[in-house]
């Protein structure tokens, strides 16, 4: 079965630049979920989108913005990157905003290194 | 805000125990909660949901409970393997949430 692709799966970059990360749902899920993974923590939950439109928003600094564009993908923008954004990002996608079998599907994650 | 707590924090049981895993959380209106597995430096992969409505989910050898009054869900592996050594992590999805919030997560060995 088709599984949550996220492209790059490695990054590394160096402080200030810009990075975009990639999320490509599974076919017919139409809400995408990003998480940020630190070292030895849990996921935070930085965003979501439904139907294109941002449902919830999480400790997403302002340095970060995203979108679900109309084939549902969603890309993630980190600007001005620091140190401590290396970490593990995670896009989740399911099927219906509050439906009653919504399983959250993750990928397989991007691991950014910032240097 | 909603606050996830998994006990133990790491676990190590012989093969072909019993495995007892516990989450708690702060704020019994959730919509469903989710059990999932991490392997070291790898994704999630969806282990159970379980609906708020529910009592308990199982597949194969998992079983998931959710007590949604008392704050608390235990997931229980049965016949432990070496294959299931990895980190096991709670999530809770809130009422009027989108998101999953995670509690920590218990780290197993399982020893062959």
């Known amino acids: 079965a088709a599984g949550v692709i996220q492209s790059p799966r490695h990054l590394i970059k160096e402080k200030r630049e810009t990075a975009t990360l990639k999320c490509y749902p599974i076919?017919?899920?139409?809400?995408v979920y990003w998480y940020q993974q630190g070292p030895g923590q849990d996921p935070q939950f930085l965003i979501s989108?439904?139907?294109?439109?941002?449902?919830d928003k999480g400790s997403i600094p302002d340095r970060f913005s995203a979108q679900q564009f109309s084939d549902y993908h969603s890309e993630l923008n980190m600007s001005s990157l620091e140190l401590g954004d290396s970490a593990l990002y995670f896009c989740?996608?399911?099927?219906?905003?509050?439906?009653?079998?919504?399983?959250?599907?993750f990928g397989p994650g991007t691991r950014l290194t910032v240097l | 805000k909603q606050e996830v707590t998994q006990i133990p924090a790491a676990l190590s049981v012989p093969e072909g125990e019993n495995l007892v895993l516990n989450c708690s959380f702060t704020?019994?209106?959730?919509?469903?909660l989710q059990w999932f597995r991490q392997d070291p430096g790898k994704g999630l992969t969806s282990l159970l949901l379980?609906?708020?409505?529910?009592r308990e989910q199982t597949s194969g050898r998992l079983n998931a409970s959710l007590d949604k009054s008392s704050g608390r869900s235990t997931l229980y592996i049965a016949a432990s393997q070496p294959g299931d050594s990895a980190t096991y992590l709670c999530?809770?999805?809130?009422?009027?949430?989108?998101?999953?919030?995670f509690g920590a997560g218990t780290t197993v060995t399982v020893r062959a």
């Open positions: 989740a996608s399911s099927l219906g905003g509050t439906g009653p079998t919504d399983t959250q599907y």
């Open positions: 076919p017919r899920h139409d809400t």
């Open positions: 989108f439904y139907e294109k439109m941002q449902s």
């Open positions: 704020d019994s209106a959730i919509y469903n």
């Open positions: 379980i609906q708020s409505s529910q």
């Open positions: 999530a809770v999805r809130g009422s009027n949430d989108y998101k999953l919030s």
